[in-house]
T-cell receptor, first 114, second 116 residues
Framework: DTGVSQNPRHKITKRGQNVTFRCDPI?????LYWYRQTLGQGPEFLTY????????KSRLLSDRFSAERPKGSFSTLEIQRTEQGDSAMYLC????????????FGNGTRLTVT | GESVGLHLPTLSVQEGDNSIINCAYS??????FIWYKQESGKGPQFIID?????DKRQGQRVTVLLNKTVKHLSLQIAATQPGDSAVYFC???????????????FGKGTHLIIQP
């Protein structure tokens, strides 16, 4: 399977703990995106990378959130001091870039903060 | 603010019938539109896209129609099958959507239910 891969699929954590998610994009895609999706809603943009450079962050991305893409390949999203409001599906997507290049999504990591 | 939305939260159709899912957008600067299908527990799956210089595009059993005059987008699915049951999202890209260079803004989705 050469699609976007995300790990873990599910994560249950206690409030206040730190969590880290990983995304492996489609290999030839140089753009990588993180989105968050809550129940009944469409995905909301968090941040994106062009190769290893993080070029844009949404105001949804609080200081407790940090994303990296150190070698321009896989990416990690870390949430520090998790809160119950962080419970959501975290989706990663990748694209070749440019208008007309659709985003291809992984199956997400579902985070539950208890 | 400007956003993408859908007219109906749930659409129920008989297996074998055609279905039409509608989407209204308000950002006249949007130049690229995508339809995604999302099944339970999975990420959005690309179905079909259309650039703003087109008004119709066809795929396998799916057709997307774009009416820029009234800022309306629709997805037509022919001869629906049980596997078509999912939530369908339209998404738009505009230079100022704030969603990254290819920034996509999503609507809330329409849940398509296929009845036997």
């Amino acid at each position: 399977d050469t699609g976007v891969s995300q790990n873990p699929r599910h994560k249950i954590t206690k409030r206040g703990q730190n969590v880290t998610f990983r995304c492996d994009p489609i290999s030839e895609h140089n753009r990588l995106y993180w989105y968050r999706q809550t129940l009944g809603q469409g995905p909301e943009f968090l941040t994106y990378f062009q190769n290893e450079a993080q070029l844009e962050k949404s105001r949804l991305l609080s200081d407790r959130f940090s994303a990296e893409r150190p070698k321009g390949s896989f990416s990690t999203l870390e949430i520090q001091r998790t809160e119950q409001g962080d419970s959501a599906m975290y989706l990663c997507a990748s694209s070749l870039g440019g208008i007309g290049s659709p985003l291809h999504f992984g199956n997400g990591t579902r985070l539950t903060v208890t | 603010g400007e956003s993408v939305g859908l007219h109906l939260p749930t659409l129920s159709v008989q297996e074998g019938d055609n279905s039409i899912i509608n989407c209204a957008y308000s950002n006249s600067a949007s130049d690229y539109f995508i339809w995604y299908k999302q099944e339970s527990g999975k990420g959005p799956q690309f179905i079909i896209d259309i650039r703003s210089n087109m008004d119709k595009r066809q795929g396998q059993r799916v057709t997307v129609l774009l009416n820029k005059t009234v800022k309306h987008l629709s997805l037509q699915i022919a001869a629906t099958q049980p596997g078509d049951s999912a939530v369908y999202f339209c998404a738009e890209n505009s230079p100022y959507s704030g969603g990254g260079a290819d920034g996509l803004t999503f609507g809330k989705g329409t849940h398509l239910i296929i009845q036997p």
